[in-house]
């Protein structure tokens, strides 16, 4: 596992990101397929992530679920799942529980009237958008679905071109779908 370093925002009570580098075997050789490393990010400092930084990944999932809570706290939850079930090899649940980190946190910004209009000075919502739709953007590439995954990654960069995630992940796409061709 690789780890990046974590990123900061100079917020006293900002949301810790750390991402996780993952390597996905793909129709290329094997020397081809090391190179191909997906990002996902976890959410460290809240719903279990450290044990998921500390590749405790099925103690994460039993203390996470079932998967309940709403608003930040249930996107917190859902996308650390998500992960989690990723790291495990889990396909169905990791999907589902990324499809439904986006779902929370895009109705937190829906509903959260300080949210909606990005006047919460302790939250970026929208780099927790584009992080949970990177993550989706990831279960779309374990699940072989090119044309997902390659929406899912696009639409975290229109939603916070700040988010490194979503960069990384399209460039390892495209980079996969070139191997792929030419095998």
Request: charged content about 25%; proline content about 3%; hydrophobic content about 45%.
């Amino acid at each position: 596992m690789i780890l990046h370093k974590k990123v900061h925002r100079a917020k006293p009570i900002a949301t810790m990101f750390a991402a996780i580098a993952l390597t996905f075997g793909t129709g290329a050789s094997a020397e081809e397929s090391a190179d191909l490393r997906y990002t996902v990010a976890v959410i460290s400092d809240a719903a279990q992530g450290r044990l998921i930084l500390k590749e405790r990944y099925e103690t994460a999932i039993e203390k996470l679920e079932p998967l309940n809570p709403y608003g930040l706290r249930g996107f917190n939850t859902a996308n650390n799942l998500c992960v989690a079930y990723i790291k495990v090899g889990d396909k169905t649940n990791a999907k589902q529980a990324c499809q439904l980190a986006v779902e929370r946190i895009q109705h937190v910004i829906d509903f959260t009237p300080a949210a909606k209009h990005g006047r919460n000075p302790d939250q970026d919502y929208g780099r927790l958008l584009a992080i949970a739709l990177s993550n989706l953007g990831v279960t779309y590439v374990i699940n072989a679905d090119h044309e997902l995954a390659r929406a899912a990654f696009t639409a975290a960069i229109d939603t916070e071109a700040d988010a490194r995630e979503p960069f990384i992940n399209l460039a390892r796409l495209d980079q996969q779908i070139e191997s792929e061709g030419s095998v």
